[in-house]
C-alpha cells in the first residue's frame, strides 16, 4: 500500500537536485504562462519554501509535496504536482555534457 512512499531522506536529496537552473528548465518546459491573479509574468521560488506540502484529509496527514513559485507582483502562489518535477528531472530535464 505505502510502496510509493518515499523516505524523508529520499525526498529531501530529490529536492535538494530541484536547483534553481532545474527549475528554471521546468518552467520552461512546461511554457509557464503569466500569473493568473495579475498578469504579470515575473516568477521566483521563495526560501524555504521551494517545495510545500499539501496535507491529504483523507489520508490523515499524508503529506503530496509541491514545488511551489510566486508571483513577484500580486504574491500569487503556483504549485505543481511533485511526481511531475520527478518525471522532469528523470526523463526530460537534459544531462550536463550530452
Ligand atoms: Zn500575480
Not at 21 to 32: H, P
Not at 33 to 60: N, Y
Request: negative net charge; proline residues 6%.
Amino acid at each position: 500500500m505505502d510502496d510509493s512512499l518515499q523516505t524523508p531522506e529520499e525526498l529531501q536529496q530529490e529536492i535538494q537536485s530541484l536547483t534553481d537552473e532545474v527549475a528554471a528548465a521546468f518552467l520552461k518546459t512546461i511554457n509557464n504562462r503569466p500569473c493568473e491573479a495579475c498578469g504579470v509574468d515575473d516568477w521566483f521560488t521563495i526560501p524555504d519554501m521551494k517545495v510545500a506540502g499539501w496535507e491529504e484529509p483523507l489520508s490523515r496527514g499524508v503529506l503530496n509535496p509541491v514545488f511551489v513559485i510566486s508571483c513577484k507582483n500580486c504574491g500569487n502562489l503556483r504549485s505543481f504536482a511533485w511526481a511531475r518535477i520527478q518525471y522532469f528531472m528523470k526523463y526530460e530535464y537534459p544531462k550536463h555534457g550530452e
